[in-house]
Every structure is written in structure tokens, then in C-alpha cells.
């Protein structure tokens, strides 16, 4: 029977092929797009979750409190003095460890010099996470200070080969450390990423502040492993009370948190996690799912459409016996032969096109094919497509009867049927519309912060590491890079423009209690920051070389002027870490974090050799290629040892808007692909439309009407769905967008220009593949069309 009904589908698929064709095109793009995206949902879901036993692994979060007691905000970054006491005090705690660095600091082999990403650990964290190791021992490789573990990656680029253990390394171009251990490489999923770890205690023995932990400090993540997660109320009530247990001048507590959670649920309220990224995996699984469904209608409504034609093989067959399951059978046969063809159609696109991309998100989705939780995945969409797809169709012609089809009474547009099918293009439309205006909300909010003012001039703007010999002859650099013309200013400061660091415990005159509580961002520079930057002023002035009191002054932004109430700053003396400062100037606010919310209060401080960053305004003159050409050369030519690093300041900021740009190029991508596959089936059901009314057109054309008319009659039914899909869409569309903007402190508005465009741009696109099929219909020899049957 299996192979009879085999035959037959086969036979039927044969027989029409334009209806197969575009079916199995259709399921093809739409099982691709959704493969697509939940391979990137799955490369989202599962970050920090490789790791084995991921669910006792977690984070030290801190929420930090007024006097009150009222949690004011919550950070990734606890009291420096927690992972010991958590230690010492918590024995539901298999295992912690403190990290920093995440800086790309020089490594080198001899002749081999490179920058990589480098990460300081206690030994506990190679009992939290259970790194591959390829060699070397994990109980003992941090064990000594002069220790260091490489990845695969990192090995290869400096020996050529895995094989370096016991082979020595040279860090920052000072340092010898013994390769004690070689790791896989990790994946990209994974929120700890290094290319080579080294010990704590090396840490403490080049860095002084690593030494004395200090509770008042936030300096390091710290990552624990409880013995039983079960416990973790338990623990976390241990772990609260630590903070004020052992520091008085600050209101905090303390929290563990899963790492498995950071990613998708790190944002946080009164102390709570209230969502965070996962919001967006909702969204690209209703997008994959969307156009899967989008494609199954296209399949339903092509097969609906070829009722007519079907309609006598299965009165015939129910007359000489047919039960109505053999042609339920029969026909699933036909949809799952569809799906089957388009599923390996869409594994060869995906293939294809997962390199691009991966360039296009910036990420690292990989499809294992060894993985047979993949294979099952991908069968399992392809039984629900074939089930979803061919059900409908399967039900709706066995369910004639043998009377009705052989008088042909099925064709009545009056059935439900026609009407099922009007009901579903109206579906395919109103998601199509719905995906269009998501796409220009997406882009317009993403247009509106990029456009949001920064504070600064960011144009011809760039910046270099401070390291090795430009460390101390900044100077040197400065004066060559000015003779050569490749710069109008330059200027050294502690951070980046677009990144930097924070503290508490600033105190003014007329401070309230709650004052000290306040967290200000923080940057130390030198001489020319304001020309340098662009950064303007306010009142007062710059750090001047006149002015040798400027070594005991301080800047403060607008920002924090006003939420420290203060009148007329310029003159007054504020402390700072114990030292007393004096305010010379008052800047405009720039953003410096997050440029989708409100910066904290800031203050610039004078430090004459601040060591981070050389900051440098281009010379408009000359080509950028040419300035970074003639900066490199200097930069070489005084530190020879590293690479050269030069950094445009807008490229970083444009790295802060990366989240809503994937989300924009997703929706970009797949609301194309979705009004693609809309039109394929608008134009299946055109063409069928216009074979079943070819002698009526025929007739019609005898009589006198004009191809305008014929044109008019065959499309208005199908653009008055269309306009029914906007009518359902648009308010559907624009509660939502309206709910997804709310997550932004700084954002535009669903006007009415884009409600205007999405559905003008959906009637173009359905009047042209209406068109074009019933112009050809119109357009059809009248001779011919009644000679038709």
C-alpha cells in the first residue's frame, strides 16, 4: 500500500509541477530561515552551559543600598574582600575564585609577539570549570606564580604546535612564565574568555592592589561552586550579611547568582532579576516559527486551491472502496515527499550560508554533525512541517463526497474551503506587515541613539594603548606624531572615551547623608583633554601647564553638579579618597557607558602619567589611512616590541549599539524572507485562480471587456486581503513595538509614517505578483481560453 500511495504522490507531484515547485521553494526558504534562527537561539540559551555540572556554578552579584537599606542598583562586581570570607565562612561552597584582567596584554615566544586576551584566576577555577585540558596537570597548573595555562589557539600562534608544555612564554615583555597546562579552545558561547590564564599570586606579585583587598574596592568578579544547588537559599542568606558584617562606610549584600543566567536574565530590579536578553530569544523564536507557519499556509493554500482537479480521483476512489483514511494517508504521503525534498534543500542552504552569517551577527554558530540531538531536531521540524502542511489539505479532499465530485460541485467559491483559504492569506499578510513594521521600529530606534548626541567629537577620533616603552615616553611620541602631521592634539588619559571605571564616597559641601552613597564615573588624564576629545566646556577651564595647583584640582560633568546640588562649584574644595581637591571646571555630559541609558555623574581627575590610553585627534588634512600609517610608524619605531593599536573612537561606540543591530539585521533578513514566501503563494493561488476562470475571461474578452478590466476583476479580491491583513496587523504590530520600546529610557516613537510604508510597501508587493499573473490571463488568446476543456 505504502508503495501504491508512494507512486501515486510521486505521479501527482510530476503532474503539476509549478504548484510542486513552488511549494517545495517555498518550504525550502522557510525551513532554512528557521533553522537558522534557532541554531542562533541555541548558540544564546546555552551560553556557560558546556560546562559540566553548569548548574552549581554561579556568580557574586552585589546590590548595592542606600542608608535605608533600599537596593539603589545591582553590579556584576562585589567588595574585593568577599571571594576570602565567602571562603572562609560559607562551607556549602565547593570552590571560588577571583578573576581580572580580560586586557589584551603582549605575549610572546622569542621572535613570535603577539596581544591576547589574558585572565588572572586562583587554582579553584580550574575545579569550577572543567577546561579540556590537552596537556599538563589541572590540580597542580596554577599551583606557582610563574605558571601559565594556553589555549590551543594561542599555543599554535606561538610555537606552531600544541606540544609547548614546560616551554616558557614571556608576558608584557618583563615577565617569564612556564607553560604548565594547554586547554581546548573555548567556545564563543561562554562568558570567561581568555587566551592564555595565569595564577593569583602572580597577580599579587606585579600588581600591588591585588595584594590588599579591600571590601570598599570593586575590582574583581568572583565565581563560586556550591556542592548542591538545592541549598542555594540557604547559602545566599549566609552570604548577604558579609558585606555589612565586615565594612561600615557602604550599604551593600551580596548574592550568588547562576552564570548559566547572566546572559539572557542579567538585567535587574529591587534586586530581582527581571528578564534581560531572553525577551529577544522569545522574539527570533516567534520569527522562526512565524515564517515556518508562513510557508506550511503557502503549501495548505496550493493545495486547497487544486480541489478541483483532485476532486474526481477521490469520488472515483471512495466509489470502488476508498476509505477515508487510505486518502488521508495518501494525501500526507504527497506532503511529507514535499517536505522531505525541501528539508534537504534547506540543510544545503543553511550550510551555505552560515558563514555569512556568522559575519553578519559577528558570532561563532557552528552545526555539529555528530550531534544527533541536531538530526533530531531537524526531523522533528520536518514532521511537523509535512504534519502541519499536509493535514489541512488531507482532511479537506477526503473529505468529499463521491455525489459531489463527480457533478463537480466542489468548485463553488461559496465553500468554506475558499473562504479557509482567503482566512489564510490574510494570516501569511498580516505577518508579513507586522514583520515590516518591526523592522522600521527597529531601525528608527537604533538611527534615534546612534543620532543621540555623544558629548564629544567623536569624528577623527582615536585612540592607541599605552604600552611598554610608550608608557614612558609619551612625551617623545607626542612631539613626533605633531611634526608629522598625523595629529592636531594629543593627550593620555586613564580609559578609553567610550569605557572607564567608577567609585563612591565622593563628599562636597551641603552633602546629605545619602550623598556618599552616590556612584560617580571616574577618568584620569592630564594637559589638553578638552582640545583632544572635544569634550566642551561648561564654565571654569582645563588642566593647564600654568597652573601648577592643577596637580590637586578636579573636573566635574553637568550631571554631577546638579545631583549634588551645587550652585557655584567653580572654587569649592571636595574630597576625594581623602584628598582634598579643587573644582577649576564644569563639563557638558558625555556618553561614556551605555548609550541607551543615562550616564552616571562624572569627574575628570589630573594625574601627570595616567598610563592607559593615548588619545588622538586626527589631522583632517590628510586621509585616514595616512594618519594611521604615519602613527603606526612612530609608535613602531619607540616601542618596538608590541604590535601597534590604533583605535577609532567611533568604530568602539558603534560596538555599544551591536545588540540592536543583530536584532535589525535579523528582522531585516527574515521579514524579507517572509514577504518573499508570502508572494510565492499569492502567485501559486493567482495562477490557479486564473486556470479555473480561463473560459469566463475567455467569454468576457468576446464581449468587449478591455485587459484593464479583466486585470481589475482577477486582483481586487486578492488585494481587499491584503488590506484586511493591515487592518489586523497594524494594531498587532504597534501594541508590540510600543511594549519593546518601553525597555529603552531613551527612544522614538511608531509613527504614523511607518504604519503608512509597511502597508504601502505590502500592497506594492502583493499588486505586482497579482499583476503580473493576471495580465497574463488578461492578456490570453480568447480563441484558446474557450476552447479550454
Not at 501559486?684 to 476562470?693: F, I, K, M, P, T
Request: charged fraction near 20%; proline fraction near 4%; charge should be positive.
Amino acid at each position: 500500500m505504502f508503495r501504491l500511495n508512494l507512486k501515486i504522490a510521486l505521479r501527482n507531484l510530476w503532474r503539476n509541477k509549478t504548484s510542486s515547485v513552488i511549494n517545495i521553494i517555498g518550504l525550502a526558504v522557510g525551513l532554512s530561515a528557521c533553522l537558522l534562527l534557532l541554531l542562533y537561539v541555541n548558540y544564546e540559551v546555552n551560553f556557560d552551559r558546556h560546562f559540566k555540572d553548569a548548574d552549581k556554578i554561579y556568580q557574586v552579584m552585589t546590590n548595592f543600598q542606600d542608608a535605608t537599606g533600599k537596593i539603589t542598583s545591582t553590579g556584576p562586581v562585589p567588595g574585593d574582600g568577599i571571594g576570602m570570607a565567602i571562603k572562609a565562612k560559607i562551607p556549602e561552597v565547593d570552590a571560588i575564585t577571583r578573576i581580572a584582567g580580560f586586557d589584551q596584554s603582549l605575549i610572546a615566544n622569542k621572535q613570535k609577539t603577539f596581544k591576547k586576551t589574558d585572565l588572572f584566576a586562583d587554582p579553584d577555577i580550574l575545579k569550577i570549570f572543567n577546561y579540556a585540558f590537552l596537556a599538563g596537570n589541572p590540580i597542580t597548573a596554577l599551583n606557582t606564580p610563574n605558571s601559565i595555562i594556553l589555549t590551543a589557539g594561542t599555543a599554535k600562534l606561538l610555537f606552531g604546535t600544541t606540544d609547548a608544555l614546560n616551554k616558557t612564554v614571556k608576558y608584557k615583555n618583563t615577565n617569564y612564565l612556564k607553560v604548565t597546562g594547554i586547554i581546548k579552545d573555548l567556545p564563543a558561547n561562554t562568558s570567561i574568555k581568555f587566551d592564555y590564564l595565569m595564577p593569583w599570586s602572580f597577580l599579587e606579585r606585579i600588581n600591588e592592589y591585588a595584594k590588599k583587598p579591600g571590601w570598599g574596592n570593586f575590582n574583581f568578579p568572583v565565581m563560586v561552586r556550591v556542592n548542591n544547588p538545592a541549598n542555594i537559599d540557604l547559602i545566599n542568606a549566609k552570604v548577604k550579611t558579609l558585606f555589612n558584617e565586615n565594612y561600615k562606610d557602604q550599604k551593600s549584600e551580596n548574592f550568588l547568582f547562576p552564570l548559566s543566567d547572566v546572559h539572557l536574565y542579567g538585567e535587574f530590579q529591587n534586586g530581582k532579576s527581571v528578564g534581560g536578553d531572553i525577551e529577544r530569544i522569545y522574539l527570533f523564536l516567534a520569527l522562526a516559527f512565524g515564517i515556518l507557519l508562513v510557508a506550511c499556509i503557502n503549501f495548505m493554500n496550493m493545495a486547497t486551491a487544486k480541489s478541483e482537479r483532485r476532486a474526481k480521483e477521490v469520488g472515483i476512489k471512495k466509489t470502488i472502496g476508498a476509505t477515508r483514511g487510505s486518502l488521508v494517508i495518501q494525501f500526507l504521503t504527497e506532503a511529507m515527499i514535499l517536505t522531505t525534498v525541501a528539508v534537504l534543500i534547506a540543510v544545503i542552504i543553511v550550510e551555505a550560508s552560515l558563514p555569512l552569517f556568522n559575519n553578519l551577527l559577528n558570532i561563532d554558530v557552528t552545526i555539529d554533525y555528530t550531534n544527533t540531538g541536531y538530526w533530531l531536531g531537524i526531523l522533528t521540524v520536518a514532521l511537523i512541517t509535512g504534519l502541519l502542511s499536509g493535514a489541512y489539505p488531507a482532511l479537506f479532499l477526503s473529505s468529499f463526497t463521491p455525489i459531489q465530485t463527480l457533478k463537480k460541485k466542489t468548485a463553488n467559491a461559496r465553500l468554506i474551503p475558499v473562504n479557509m483559504r482567503q482566512v489564510l492569506v490574510v494570516v501569511q499578510f498580516c505577518f508579513a506587515i507586522m514583520l515590516i513594521i518591526a523592522t522600521l521600529v527597529i531601525y528608527k530606534q537604533l538611527q534615534f541613539i546612534k543620532d543621540r548626541p555623544v558629548g564629544y567629537n567623536i569624528n577623527l577620533l582615536a585612540e592607541m594603548p599605552q604600552d611598554g616603552e610608550l608608557s614612558g615616553k609619551f612625551e617623545l611620541f607626542k612631539d613626533q606624531a605633531m611634526k608629522a602631521g598625523a595629529v592636531t592634539s594629543v593627550n593620555q588619559s586613564s580609559g578609553s572615551m567610550t569605557s572607564g571605571n567608577w567609585f563612591y564616597g565622593f563628599q562636597w559641601p551641603g552633602m546629605d547623608e545619602r550623598g556618599k552613597e552616590i556612584v560617580f564615573n571616574r577618568v584620569e588624564t592630564q594637559y589638553d583633554f578638552m582640545k583632544t576629545s572635544g569634550v566642551e566646556l561648561v564654565s571654569g577651564r582645563d588642566f593647564s601647564r600654568d597652573f601648577a595647583s592643577d596637580s590637586a584640582a578636579i573636573l566635574l560633568s553637568s550631571a554631577a553638579v546638579k545631583i549634588m546640588k551645587l550652585k557655584n562649584p567653580i572654587g569649592i574644595t571636595v574630597n576625594q579618597f581623602g584628598k582634598q581637591l579643587k573644582v577649576i571646571g564644569v563639563f557638558k555630559d558625555f556618553i561614556w557607558g551605555s548609550p541607551y541609558r543615562s550616564g552616571s555623574p562624572m569627574v575628570i581627575n589630573f594625574n601627570k602619567n595616567p598610563n592607559g590610553i593615548i588619545n588622538m585627534r586626527l589631522n583632517p588634512a590628510n586621509s585616514l589611512s595616512k594618519n594611521v600609517e604615519l602613527i603606526s610608524a612612530i609608535a613602531k619605531n619607540i616601542n618596538p616590541e608590541y604590535p601597534v593599536e590604533v583605535r577609532i573612537v567611533n568604530d568602539l561606540y558603534a560596538q555599544k549599539l551591536q545588540s540592536e543591530k543583530i536584532l535589525g539585521i535579523l528582522a531585516n533578513m527574515f521579514g524579507g524572507i517572509a514577504i518573499l514566501i508570502s508572494s510565492m503563494g499569492l502567485y501559486g493561488l493567482v495562477a490557479y485562480s486564473a486556470e479555473q476562470r480561463t473560459k469566463e475571461f475567455g467569454v468576457r474578452r468576446v464581449l468587449g471587456a478591455s485587459i484593464g478590466n479583466i486585470m481589475r476583476l482577477l486582483s481586487i479580491s486578492f488585494l481587499k486581503m491584503v488590506f484586511v491583513a493591515a487592518c489586523i496587523g497594524v494594531p498587532l504590530a504597534y501594541y508590540l513595538m510600543n511594549r519593546w520600546l518601553t525597555n529603552f529610557e531613551f527612544r522614538t516613537t511608531v509613527s504614523f509614517s511607518i504604519v503608512f510604508i509597511s502597508i504601502l510597501g505590502t500592497i506594492i508587493v502583493a499588486f505586482l505578483t497579482v499583476s503580473f499573473q493576471a495580465y497574463k490571463a488578461a492578456t490570453a488568446n480568447p480563441v484558446k481560453a474557450l476552447k479550454y476543456e
